[in-house]
């Protein structure tokens, strides 16, 4: 079996022309798939389930709410190969009203790092003028960069690029990792 989650980058695009629900494709850098992602329709709850592949056969990881409705939303990310929580991905509320914040959390939900969007003055643009500048958000564990998730401009397909380059010592997990760029693309394309 592959290691789909030994790279450095990772590129997130979202499927055009699904009626219902979401689905998310991640690549490698030569362009392989390597997790299909599938967000279920007509759920009270935001329910991710990402597979090895497009078949659905191989279920590996799930991204779910904790609760129906909540502006503060945590998202639990579970290993189902492994029957493992790698962490929880949650939403600063009332923060990310001017500026989107994330906080990454352990399997203990103790926090353990910080996903904030690029820059205010941005953000506020995108929320009330336009929504076609592209955005980027920054990862840090500890004071450190670890990634980088910036959106291509494209207003027909969601892409993202998820760059763990400048994590040298591998201090994300890149299964949670993942799941907060797929996270970003199901949760952050709502608000334009």
Request: net charge neutral; proline share 2%; with cysteine.
């Amino acid at each position: 079996m592959r290691d789909r989650f030994g790279h450095s980058q990772y590129l997130i695009r979202r499927q055009v022309l699904k009626l219902f629900g979401g689905a998310f494709r991640v690549y490698d850098p030569s362009g392989e798939l390597v997790l299909f992602a599938d967000l279920k329709a007509f759920r009270l709850r935001e329910d991710i389930s990402v597979y090895a592949d497009e078949a659905k056969l191989t279920e590996i990881l799930t991204i779910k709410a904790r609760q129906i409705i909540d502006f503060a939303a945590a998202y639990d990310v579970v290993d189902v190969t492994k029957r493992e929580k790698v962490g929880t991905l949650k939403r600063r509320g009332l923060k990310s009203l001017l500026r989107d914040e994330w906080v990454f959390m352990d399997a203990q939900d103790d926090d353990i790092g910080i996903i904030t969007e690029d820059s205010a003055a941005l953000a506020l643009v995108r929320r009330f003028l336009t929504n076609l500048i592209p955005q980027t958000f920054h990862a840090e564990m500890d004071g450190r960069r670890v990634c980088t998730y910036k959106q291509h401009f494209n207003p027909f397909v969601l892409k993202l690029e998820a760059d763990f380059s400048e994590d040298f010592a591998t201090s994300l997990d890149r299964r949670l990792g993942l799941a907060a760029g797929i996270l970003l693309c199901a949760i952050e394309r709502r608000q334009g």
